[in-house]
């Protein structure tokens, strides 16, 4: 009996420092700022939208974890300082998206479609890029967005 109330107290403080962690984790994320831009997708149709920027690693490294939703005009540009293989997850990421991989001449490169959400899974950009757009999922094929397509954006000074 003595043994069993011990592992329950046991269960119970761990269960309360796992949860004062991942609430902790939760309200760093949620003090990450994030600027907003307009973003066009020259395809046909052209699509618009309004992109929040992830440059800083802290912006990167949060991206558009926890978040439980996206609108269908939003999304999340991460620009990288110059072009780089481009290796994603979605740990943490409680919706699907699709990931836009960009290359140097701001066309896309690759797409990866309706991502799993949480999965830690690797998402490859295929080859050397210099952002990557993600939308919520299903956009790409909704908005008929495909390799080659032009993204124009201008980032803030």
Known sequence: MVKRR???????????????????????????TFSKIPLTIQSTPTTELI???????????????????????????FVFAS???????????????????????????SIAENTTPQSEAIISSQGAVKAVLELRGGAAKKHAIKVGD????????
């Open 83 to 109: 072009p780089r293989h481009s290796q994603m997850w979605m740990k943490n990421t409680l919706i699907t998206l699709d990931m836009i991989f960009i290359d140097e001449n701001n066309r896309i490169e």
């Open 6 to 32: 011990f592992h329950q107290t046991v269960i119970i403080v761990l269960l309360m420092i796992i949860s004062s962690i991942s609430a902790s984790y939760v309200a760093a994320a949620e003090k990450i």
């Open 51 to 77: 992109v929040e920027l992830a440059i800083s690693e802290s912006q990167q490294e949060h991206g558009l974890m926890f978040r439980k939703k996206l609108g269908e005009k939003e999304g999340m540009l």
């Open 150 to 157: 032009e993204i124009i954006y201008t980032l803030p000074h």
